[in-house]
Nanobody, 113 residues
Framework: QVQLVEAGGGLVEACGSLRLSCAASGSTSGIDYMGWYSQAPGKQREQVATISRRGITNYADSVKGRFTISGNAKNSVYLQMPSLKPEDTAIYYC????????WGQGTQVTVSS
């Protein structure tokens, strides 16, 4: 079992920035990669960014060149989100993949126009 705890969400104005963090505990030695998904109201959960234990990153087209994922992908992952837009408003979930996906409880990000 892996437990994930996110922090760093909040309310910001457009063009502002936030930094999300996620800490993993439990059986973290088997984690292959960690990352972030977002779910906007009325929409499906979708991938934002992931990072593998080897440091390989992957970004959604909507955030590529704007957001930065970092961390060791063993027990921590971060998401730096500058230049936020109202359309970035969503609940952001941390994910850790160990044979199956483990999810955090989510952290709300609200960007006002």
């Amino acid at each position: 079992q892996v437990q994930l705890v996110e922090a760093g969400g909040g309310l910001v104005e457009a063009c502002g920035s936030l930094r999300l963090s996620c800490a993993a505990s439990g059986s973290t030695s088997g984690i292959d990669y960690m990352g972030w998904y977002s779910q906007a109201p009325g929409k499906q959960r979708e991938q934002v960014a992931t990072i593998s234990r080897r440091g390989i990153t992957n970004y959604a087209d909507s955030v590529k060149g704007r957001f930065t994922i970092s961390g060791n992908a063993k027990n921590s992952v971060y998401l730096q989100m500058p230049s936020l837009k109202p359309e970035d408003t969503a609940i952001y979930y941390c994910i850790a993949w160990v044979i199956k996906a483990y999810w955090g409880q989510g952290t709300q990000v609200t960007v006002s126009s």
